[in-house]
């Protein structure tokens, strides 16, 4: 079992004063900054846009790991690469030539993650599974932090574990929502290689111990 990489998601930092808590991000142990940014369409609410993560992406030193939870998703790979991002989750459930915007992502230099929601199989992956750097499985239904995770995650990470393994992919299993350190334990235990952390890394009084802590499982 190796440790984890931690990607706290910038959804529970201080909206008022992102440059305090992107700080404490680069001073941290942390692995990635996980990035969500909602379009009010594919989920029901909204974050920030290209405008804001221009400047976040200019003061964090992290990697970005950027999820659009958008429709479309395609429409914005120029803007998210031009922030310097290292990996592109698009939704399974936003595209309907998948195949095709992965490329994409690749060919604009980043690497290319595909993300399930809850209700989504892992066995819709099988024709992809080869060509991704990552999944990220959604462990609650997305558009907002602190929800509560979804026990059956456990199962899907198994699963997609078995495939990955059986196709040879080399994809990085990421999981995101609901992650704490009890939570977190368990994911690493079936599989999961990179957990997301909103309220469980910004609502903590010592983000940088709960990275650590969360490192060390
Ligand atoms: C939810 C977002 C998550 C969210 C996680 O739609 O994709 O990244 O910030 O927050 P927590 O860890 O608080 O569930
Ligand atoms: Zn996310």
Avoid at 149 to 173: C, M, P, Y
Wanted: proline share 5%; net charge negative.
């Amino acid at each position: 079992m190796n440790r984890p990489l931690i990607s706290p998601s910038l959804l529970s930092a201080n909206f008022a004063n992102l440059q305090a808590d992107i700080e404490q991000i680069n001073r941290s142990d942390a692995d990635w900054l996980h990035i969500d940014i909602m379009d009010g369409v594919f989920v029901p609410n909204i974050s920030f846009g290209f405008p804001v993560l221009k400047y976040v992406a200019e003061l964090c030193e992290k990697p970005l790991d950027v999820h659009l939870m958008i429709v479309n998703p395609e429409k914005f790979i120029k803007e998210v690469k031009d922030l310097g991002t290292m990996m592109m989750n698009v939704h399974y459930e936003a595209c309907v030539h998948l195949h095709r915007v992965v490329q994409q992502i690749k060919d604009a230099g980043m690497k290319a993650a595909v993300t399930l929601n809850p209700s989504t199989p892992v066995a819709m992956l099988v024709d992809i599974i080869r060509d991704v750097d990552m999944v990220l499985l959604m462990s609650v239904n997305p558009g907002f932090g602190g929800q509560k995770f979804i026990v059956h995650t456990l199962d899907k990470v198994r699963e997609l574990r078995e495939l990955i393994t059986n196709t040879g992919s080399q994809a990085l299993i990421e999981v995101d929502g609901g992650v704490n350190l009890e939570t977190g334990r368990q994911l690493v235990e079936v599989g999961a290689d990179v957990l997301v952390a909103g309220n469980a890394v910004f609502k903590a009084p010592d983000m940088s111990d709960m990275i650590h802590r969360l490192k060390s499982l």
